[in-house]
């Protein structure tokens, strides 16, 4: 079974701290994404990643920066965090497939609370 | 047009009942699509692929409509655990959108 687990359920962050949220996934997947969600926004794409050190902005970048040291592990940043980015952080995992798509595995998520 | 529009429901349907919905897609360019499902405060999983001859797995059928830009997803026989939102995806040109769901209330 197809496991991607994240560092956290559940976050408080003061205005202005630095936020890491870490996922590990465990099947080896090349591709590894940053989700956050929102009611009435659905899924929006903050980051992804196809390789080690690779990294590729989604639709909403601004605010966010990822880390891709192992192929394993994929973290998010907050460099400063604000009150908008209160939100539901989902990280997927995928197998490399070229031009066609390959099932997302997500992990549980962590709802950050930015006061 | 927005890229992948789906109606946010809530689609409140009695057990048993057969219920169906769409999702439309803007680029005509749209190479694979699928279904997801998820459950209230867990993360979303793949449902169902969606093949252009249309697939069915159980309960559940899916249908792509190339010439109106759609596909459909059914289910019939509907039980309680049913309840859930379904999200559509859509491979376009190496990007993957996801919908922002419907709203599913199966009504015991």
């Known amino acids: 079974d197809v496991k991607v687990t994240q560092s956290s359920r559940y976050l408080v962050k003061r205005t202005g701290e630095k936020v890491f949220l870490e996922c590990v996934q465990d099947?080896?997947?090349?591709?590894m994404f940053w989700y956050r969600q929102d009611p009435g926004l659905g899924l929006r794409l903050i980051y992804f990643s196809y390789d080690v050190k690779m990294k590729e902005k989604g639709d909403i970048p601004e605010g966010y920066s990822v880390s891709r040291e192992k192929k394993e592990r994929f973290s998010l940043i907050l460099e400063s965090a604000s009150t908008n980015q209160t939100s539901m952080y989902l990280c997927a995992s995928s197998l490399e497939g070229g031009d066609s798509y390959n099932e997302q595995f997500f992990g549980p998520g962590t709802r950050l609370t930015v006061l | 047009r927005k890229e992948v529009e789906q109606d946010p429901g809530p689609f409140n349907v009695p057990e048993g009942a057969t219920v169906a919905f769409n999702c439309t897609y803007s680029?005509?360019?749209?190479?694979?699509f699928f279904w997801y499902r998820q459950d209230c405060r867990k993360e979303p999983k793949l449902l169902m692929s969606v093949y252009s001859s249309g697939n069915e797995d159980g309960r559940f059928t899916a249908q792509l409509n190339r010439a109106s830009q759609y596909i459909s997803l059914l289910i019939r026989d509907s039980k309680l655990s049913d309840s859930a939102t379904y999200l559509c995806?859509?491979?376009?040109?190496?990007?993957?959108?996801f919908g922002k769901g419907t709203r599913l209330h199966i009504l015991p």
């Open positions: 995806v859509v491979n376009t040109e190496d990007k993957i959108i």
């Open positions: 099947m080896d997947h090349e591709n």
């Open positions: 680029n005509s360019a749209s190479q694979s």
